[in-house]
């Protein structure tokens, strides 16, 4: 008997979903074991990509998740509402969850995974993280017995593929931006990509999953890529370093046996060392680098987006609940469902230790290096490198890179800085990797 699939929406991803789920050969034979029995859409006259008995395709979501012949409801819709509705009452209604919906998850994941341990069922989402990229079950099964120390990555292939355009062409923000939303890379509001939100939802649940313990999503310390310029992209060349939007989760105590380390996480540009692997992630393209003992350092690379990549992700998600479902078991797997009930405790940026590129505007007058060495001395802020590279008009240019310091040190040191007469401005602060 085939397990049924209720399919929430019929958009980019989901079409990719019905595509590769129709085309079994050469793929896994469980994919035979696969009925699409109901498919959720907003118009029954609109022309697809894919065919469809007229039967199968209904505008009526309750419908779907309400129908009790239906073993797995696949939500591809995105948005927060009426998706989040719609996976409880799935939940509610005994069925398993496969969902692409970072933002969903991310915002209501407490909800939604209390419910599915309740009901018994599960809640996949492979394609909600990295797209064609596997690392949510990577961290739940291959890697779920290292102690993890940093999940780091690059998650938002627009901000990818703005940051490197800047590298290679010299180019401004604007410029590349406005070119990406021609090419379809941006969205014509780009806000959640260049501010960082989209990122900031796909580190909370990598986090949650790496340390064990659920996520606020409010306890994301978020910064976007607007302020960056090529003038700092030229200085990070220089350097040796290029600038990445990073998603970082990381441990801000040592190792150790505690399930519950303090983590921090964040989303801020990066100068990342050329010689790291991600420095050579660019374009539209992803990647997750997780540091753990004892397995060390692991780099997941491929497409974060696009209809093939993420249905490929939907679909091994799929492929595992029916494998499940046909298993003759009745106790869920443990590296499937979701284990943790407690909040990670976050450390607040200002306890965040990290190095610092800060880059000077200021007059023309002698002293002024060895002043600004005074003022990050106070605050026990050491100096890696500082070079005076040139003049921007009337103003002498200087930059710094700081060794390790307390975040809340530097930020005094910086305001103190900014008061000296000396000082005309501070148009870029970033933190190294």
């Not at 079994?24 to 990509?49: C, M, N, W």
């Not at 341990?117 to 394609?127: D, F, H, I, P």
């Not at 976007?224 to 003038?231: D, E």
């Not at 200087?398 to 005094?412: K, L, N, S």
């Given at each position: 008997?085939g397990?049924?699939?209720?399919?929430?929406?019929?958009?980019?991803?989901?079409?990719g979903?019905?595509q590769?789920l129709?085309?079994?050969?050469?793929?896994?034979?469980?994919l035979?074991?696969?009925?699409i029995?109901?498919v959720?859409?907003?118009?029954?006259?609109?022309?697809?990509?894919?065919t469809?008995?007229?039967?199968?395709?209904?505008t009526?979501l309750?419908?779907?998740?309400?129908?009790p012949?239906?073993?797995?409801?696949?939500?591809?819709?995105?948005?927060?509402?009426?998706?989040r509705s719609?996976?409880?009452?799935?939940?509610?209604n005994?069925?398993h969850?496969?969902?692409?919906?970072k933002?969903?998850i991310?915002?209501?994941?407490?909800?939604?995974f209390?419910?599915a341990?309740?009901?018994?069922?599960?809640?996949?989402?492979?394609?909600?993280?990295g797209?064609?990229?596997?690392?949510?079950q990577?961290?739940?099964?291959?890697?779920s017995?290292?102690?993890?120390?940093?999940?780091?990555?690059?998650v938002?292939?627009?901000?990818?593929?703005?940051?490197?355009?800047?590298?290679?062409?010299?180019?401004?923000?604007?410029?590349?931006?406005?070119?990406a939303?021609?090419l379809?890379?941006a969205?014509?509001?780009?806000?959640?990509?260049?501010?960082?939100?989209d990122?900031?939802?796909?580190?909370?649940?990598l986090?949650?999953?790496?340390?064990d313990g659920?996520?606020k999503?409010?306890?994301?310390?978020?910064?976007?890529?607007r302020?960056v310029?090529?003038?700092?992209?030229a200085?990070?060349?220089?350097?040796?370093?290029?600038i990445?939007?990073?998603?970082?989760?990381?441990?801000?105590?040592?190792?150790?046996?505690?399930?519950?380390?303090?983590?921090?996480?964040?989303?801020?540009?990066t100068l990342?060392?050329?010689?790291?692997?991600?420095?050579?992630?660019n374009?539209?393209?992803?990647?997750?680098?997780?540091?753990?003992?004892?397995?060390g350092?692991?780099?997941?690379?491929?497409?974060?987006?696009g209809?093939g990549?993420?249905?490929?992700?939907v679909?091994?998600?799929i492929l595992?609940?029916?494998?499940s479902?046909k298993?003759?078991?009745k106790?869920?797997n443990?590296?499937?469902?979701?284990?943790h009930?407690?909040?990670?405790?976050?450390?607040?940026?200002?306890?965040?230790?990290?190095?610092f590129?800060?880059?000077?505007?200021t007059?023309?007058?002698?002293g002024?290096?060895?002043k600004?060495?005074?003022?990050?001395?106070?605050r026990?802020?050491?100096?890696?490198s500082?070079?005076?590279t040139?003049?921007?008009?009337e103003?002498?240019?200087?930059v710094?890179?700081?060794?390790?310091?307390?975040?809340?040190?530097?930020?005094e040191?910086?305001a103190?800085i900014?008061?000296l007469p000396?000082?005309?401005s501070i148009?870029?602060?970033?933190?190294?990797?």
């Amino acid at each position: 008997m085939g397990v049924k699939l209720g399919i929430l929406g019929l958009g980019t991803v989901g079409t990719g979903t019905v595509q590769l789920l129709q085309d079994g050969t050469g793929r896994h034979p469980l994919l035979q074991e696969i009925e699409i029995y109901k498919v959720g859409v907003r118009s029954l006259d609109k022309s697809r990509a894919v065919t469809l008995p007229e039967s199968v395709l209904t505008t009526d979501l309750d419908e779907i998740v309400n129908d009790p012949k239906v073993d797995i409801v696949v939500e591809v819709m995105g948005g927060l509402e009426p998706a989040r509705s719609l996976i409880l009452k799935a939940i509610e209604n005994g069925k398993h969850i496969v969902t692409a919906n970072k933002a969903v998850i991310s915002r209501f994941g407490e909800e939604i995974f209390t419910s599915a341990n309740k009901a018994g069922v599960y809640v996949m989402l492979e394609a909600a993280v990295g797209g064609g990229i596997p690392v949510i079950q990577p961290l739940k099964q291959s890697l779920s017995v290292n102690r993890i120390q940093s999940v780091t990555g690059i998650v938002n292939g627009t901000t990818n593929y703005i940051l490197t355009r800047m590298q290679l062409e010299g180019s401004n923000f604007s410029d590349v931006l406005a070119d990406a939303q021609r090419l379809g890379y941006a969205e014509a509001d780009p806000t959640a990509d260049v501010e960082g939100l989209d990122a900031a939802d796909k580190i909370a649940i990598l986090a949650s999953l790496a340390f064990d313990g659920r996520i606020k999503l409010e306890d994301v310390y978020c910064e976007g890529i607007r302020q960056v310029s090529k003038t700092d992209i030229a200085y990070a060349e220089k350097l040796g370093f290029v600038i990445k939007l990073l998603a970082i989760a990381k441990t801000t105590t040592p190792l150790s046996p505690s399930s519950n380390p303090p983590i921090s996480v964040r989303v801020h540009p990066t100068l990342v060392p050329k010689a790291h692997p991600l420095a050579s992630i660019n374009g539209v393209n992803n990647a997750i680098f997780v540091e753990g003992e004892p397995i060390g350092q692991v780099m997941l690379y491929g497409p974060g987006a696009g209809a093939g990549a993420t249905a490929s992700s939907v679909s091994s998600d799929i492929l595992n609940l029916v494998a499940s479902l046909k298993s003759s078991t009745k106790l869920p797997n443990p590296l499937l469902g979701c284990r943790h009930q407690d909040y990670c405790q976050i450390t607040p940026i200002a306890e965040l230790v990290t190095r610092f590129y800060a880059r000077f505007l200021t007059k023309d007058q002698s002293g002024v290096i060895g002043k600004i060495g005074i003022c990050f001395g106070d605050r026990g802020v050491s100096l890696e490198s500082v070079v005076q590279t040139g003049f921007q008009g009337e103003l002498a240019e200087i930059v710094v890179v700081t060794h390790d310091v307390r975040e809340g040190d530097f930020r005094e040191a910086l305001a103190e800085i900014h008061s000296l007469p000396a000082i005309d401005s501070i148009p870029s602060v970033l933190r190294v990797l």
